[in-house]
């Protein structure tokens, strides 16, 4: 995911901000909510929450870096920064500045497969964040210029030297995306795109882009927090109401199956003191039936202390700086990611024949249920995390809307967890971390011979 | 408490949960001379081995109650902090106390802990951020002053850190009356009271000797500085000087002040180097505020080619900030935003739990919370005016870059008028 800018700002308290890690066998709440459709189509969700005299709204456009044409890689989120440019009743800098006055925090971020704007702000100034996205939503280009583009375009350019070019081990993601997924399909490229797509965008592309994907009827806009809900659907009618509606959105290309045919094994030389390994498999897509199975996979595998692959590689031998792995899924499909950095002195070919062989446990033996237990209770806590902030209960919302249909799918989700079994994870272990795999090793400059090279089953 | 601990209570009945900050006065500023670093370690280590349990037992504890616990210490304290659910939270607290009271510090994870750290802070050595933190510090401090090099250590003094300097600073600050009991949740004030009493009720030990403040003596002069990072397509810029304490009696002055020149995302230096000329992804001011004075810093990444010129707008704006008063309209967007943002920024127990851990760790007020809003309401386009001209100071600039020297050695020396000094990381083992 690419944000429009990262928070650096020191919040108040500089002391001990401990995670809300939170809680064991507690159910996840229903989030109450209702759904409107406007006439344009534009979908409204609100949820009602009077704790805290805060309001958050988030809308989501269905589209993201998955939809974008071949040589403009990066446009979506590009496009993105450029709606902080400014509309027809909003001067340049003037959203942000007039948001800030407000007390307000806002950002957007863009994905693969969608791109969200929120505004987290006092009750009271609600009716200014509907006014400023109705504004962006229905009248951003006849402002639009090639100054505007061109300044955020060396923004972004910068953004992508301060996140992937000049920091250690930054492009390991897209090597491997890029030989993941086929040249066809919309994961092949990473969000933030290349320096020389980034030059080649146009105020040509700018505006087809609007024309194409910014309209009511692909938008869902969750309304979040202590508001009254007439005076809102007032204000909503009155701002988004008279936006017309755009075409029907042009469907994507139908996606190639992705297949890795045998263990594809590459080197990067970068910046580095430490080589590390990353390994990566095909997963699958959110929700998938696996998909959840393979979340506690990656946490019995690296997830905490008592992991299996920290406790082994970490705690007991300590050969690995750091261990990690996740289950990246998203609309479309997913992958399966184990990194490794050895220690001084250890080599990543080592790290890989570890792996292998606490992968080989799995399969052969299962997990414990303690570790499932384990991996469970930190689904749990994180659920509850994300419902303890409006702005995470308004992301549930739209994630929900978008990729499962409905807003109404907390409960569902977290009951996919509850049934996963320890055989469900050895099941995926075998079905998935057998296959061929992507080996990348990230290697000190002139250190090539360190690269992973074999080790295929 | 009767033995000198300390309680502070805040209930929050939202959810059914509590976040617990138990505040120690071991932080890196009470480290004898030589042992750097020995707070963090020291701190690290409390979950890695109390009573009869070993780390890999104790998290297994913690995550049966569904807590994650996380202890660090800083420049001024050390932290262990949890959430739990208010049901968990008599048998999480208890794990705490045994990590507070019976730590064991076993010889191995000693051992590990350092060697961690010393592969940390040799990744660090190609990490532009890091690095230009780390050196920019260097370029602040004199050498002597602990502020000078990482709260956690450098590689000379945690490779000679032993077991032994651990137990005996351990021995030296962790005590009841250093110590600190936050909660916020879902608990009454007699609940938090009954189970600080049961668990810590009999914890004796002394008061520990007062920390003495770190000495805060900056260098002197002006200095330009380039770390090298050859083919880096930025830089990494630090722009700064020694700050203030965090009880300035200008405090809001200064934090008002410091959101109208590069606190906040429409402030002078992002809007300028960002908005006006897309040198940057970003760039912010900070003042860091600590109980000794902390750095003022400006923070930026640019693109290599414009080093020179992004440096020249940064020192402006601090010029003009001196220089000018504000406009009303400047004044009150900063003081609407941090009016306006207070809410949001303490939303959740976590949230609140670390607010108060702050007031403890500063001194500050019981009532500073409620006054809070009023106090930033009344700071004056003057009041800003003086505090840049009190606070900022172009004469003691210390800039430092991580960068391509080849490419920006020049446009560097030109915009700060002066030719930097370039160091290459692989050599700075232990820089003087």
Not at chain 2, 137 to 148: K, N, S
Not at chain 2, 234 to 253: K, M, W
Request: hydrophobic fraction near 40%.
């Amino acid at each position: 995911m690419t944000l429009r800018y990262l928070v650096t700002i020191c919040a108040l308290v500089t002391a001990a901000a401990g995670s809300a890690g939170g809680a064991g066998a507690q159910g996840v709440p229903k989030l109450q909510y209702e759904k409107i459709t406007l006439p344009n189509g534009l979908e409204v969700i609100l949820h009602e929450d009077h704790s805290t005299p805060i309001v958050v709204v988030n809308t989501w456009y269905k589209v993201g870096s998955g939809d974008e044409k071949p040589g403009r890689t990066g446009f979506a989120h590009l496009f993105e920064h450029v709606m902080f440019m400014g509309s027809e009743n909003v001067p340049v800098g003037a959203f942000d500045k007039w948001l800030e006055a407000a007390g307000a925090n806002n950002n957007g971020s863009t994905t693969e497969d969608r791109t969200n704007y929120y505004e987290s702000l006092p009750s009271n100034a609600l009716p200014l964040a509907l006014w400023l996205d109705a504004d962006r939503m229905g009248r951003l280009l006849p402002v639009m210029d090639q100054a505007k583009l061109d300044l955020q375009r060396d923004v972004v350019k910068n953004e992508r030297r301060q996140r992937v070019d000049n920091v250690p081990y930054g492009k390991w993601r897209e090597t491997v995306l890029a030989t993941l997924y086929p040249a066809n399909h919309p994961y092949h490229w990473p969000v933030i795109g290349s320096l020389a797509d980034l030059s080649a965008a146009s105020l040509e592309d700018v505006k087809e882009f609007f024309r194409t994907y910014y309209a009511p009827n692909n938008a869902t806009m969750v309304i979040a927090g202590d508001f009254n809900r007439d005076s809102t659907l007032t204000w909503v009618n009155r701002y988004f109401g008279a936006i017309p509606r755009g075409p029907q959105m042009p469907a994507r290309p139908a996606v190639p199956v992705v297949t890795v045919q045998r263990d594809t094994f590459l080197v990067l030389e970068d910046r580095v003191t430490l080589a590390r390994l990353h390994q990566t498999w095909k997963g699958e897509r959110i929700y998938h039936e696996n998909d959840a199975p393979l979340d506690i996979l990656a946490s019995v595998l690296a997830g905490d202390k008592n992991s299996r692959l920290y406790k082994r590689l970490v705690f007991d031998m300590q050969v690995a700086q750091d261990v990690s792995a996740f289950n990246n899924s998203t609309k479309l499909d997913g992958d399966f990611n184990i990194l490794v950095t050895p220690k001084p002195g250890q080599t990543p070919t080592r790290m890989a024949e570890l792996v292998r062989e606490e992968v080989s446990r799995i399969v052969a033996d299962g997990i414990t249920p303690r570790e499932l237990a384990r991996a469970l209770n930190t689904r749990r806590s994180s659920f509850l995390d994300q419902v303890a902030s409006v702005l995470g209960k308004s992301d549930r919302l739209a994630e929900y809307n978008y990729f499962a249909g409905t807003p109404d799918w907390i409960q569902q989700d977290a009951a996919r967890y509850d049934r996963v079994t320890a055989a469900d994870v050895q099941r995926v272990a075998a079905q998935y971390l057998t296959k061929p795999k992507v080996v990348l090793t990230v290697v000190p400059l002139g250190k090539k011979d360190l690269m992973v090279m074999g080790g295929a089953e | 408490m009767g033995n000198g601990m300390h309680l502070v209570v805040a209930p929050v009945t939202k959810l059914p949960i509590a976040s617990v900050i138990v505040i120690v006065e071991a932080g890196a500023s009470a480290e004898p001379t030589g042992k750097e670093g020995v707070a963090a370690l020291t701190a690290r280590l409390l979950p890695e081995g109390a009573g009869d349990l070993d780390g890999a037992a104790l998290a297994e504890r913690f995550e049966r109650l569904g807590a994650s616990v996380e202890s660090h210490a800083d420049w001024d304290v050390a932290a262990v902090s949890l959430t739990a659910l208010t049901a968990q939270l008599p048998a999480a607290l208890a794990l705490v106390r045994d990590l507070l009271r019976a730590p064991v510090f076993p010889e191995r994870e000693v051992a590990r802990l350092k060697e961690e750290r010393l592969a940390e802070l040799l990744q660090q050595r190609a990490e532009p951020r890091g690095l230009a933190d780390e050196q920019f510090a260097r370029a602040l401090y004199a050498p002597d002053v602990r502020y000078a090099s990482p709260p956690e250590g450098d590689s000379g003094s945690v490779r000679a850190l032993t077991r032994g300097d651990v137990l005996a600073f351990y021995a030296a600050r962790y005590r009841p009356a250093a110590t600190t009991l936050v909660i916020a949740g879902d608990v009454t004030q007699a609940q938090a009271r009954t189970l600080a009493d049961t668990l810590f009720g009999d914890w004796v030990g002394d008061s520990p000797a007062p920390v003495v403040t770190a000495v805060d003596t900056a260098q002197s002069g002006r200095l330009t500085r380039i770390v090298s990072k050859p083919d880096a397509p930025q830089s990494e810029l630090r722009v700064g000087h020694v700050g203030l304490a965090r009880g300035a009696p200008d405090y809001f002055d200064a934090m008002v002040m410091n959101a109208v020149l590069g606190g906040l995302f429409s402030s002078r230096i992002n809007l300028n180097l960002r908005e006006a000329h897309g040198y940057t992804y970003g760039a912010f001011s900070a003042f860091e505020w600590r109980r000794g004075a902390g750095p003022f810093v400006v923070s930026t990444a640019v693109k290599s080619d414009v080093t020179g010129a992004a440096v020249r707008e940064i020192l402006g704006e601090i010029e003009r900030m001196r220089r000018d008063e504000i406009g009303e309209e400047e004044l009150t967007l900063a003081t609407s935003y941090l009016d306006g943002v207070f809410p949001i920024r303490y939303e959740t127990t976590a949230a609140i739990a670390a607010a108060l851990a702050n007031l403890v760790i500063h001194a500050l007020p019981d009532d500073y919370y409620d006054r809070y809003r009023d106090r930033v309401r009344a700071v004056t386009t003057r009041s800003v005016l003086r505090a840049a001209q009190a606070h900022l100071h172009p004469d003691r600039m210390r800039i430092v870059v991580v960068g391509d020297p080849t490419v920006i050695a020049t446009p560097l020396g030109e915009a700060a008028g002066m030719t930097p000094d370039v160091m290459v990381p692989e050599r700075m083992e232990r820089p003087a």
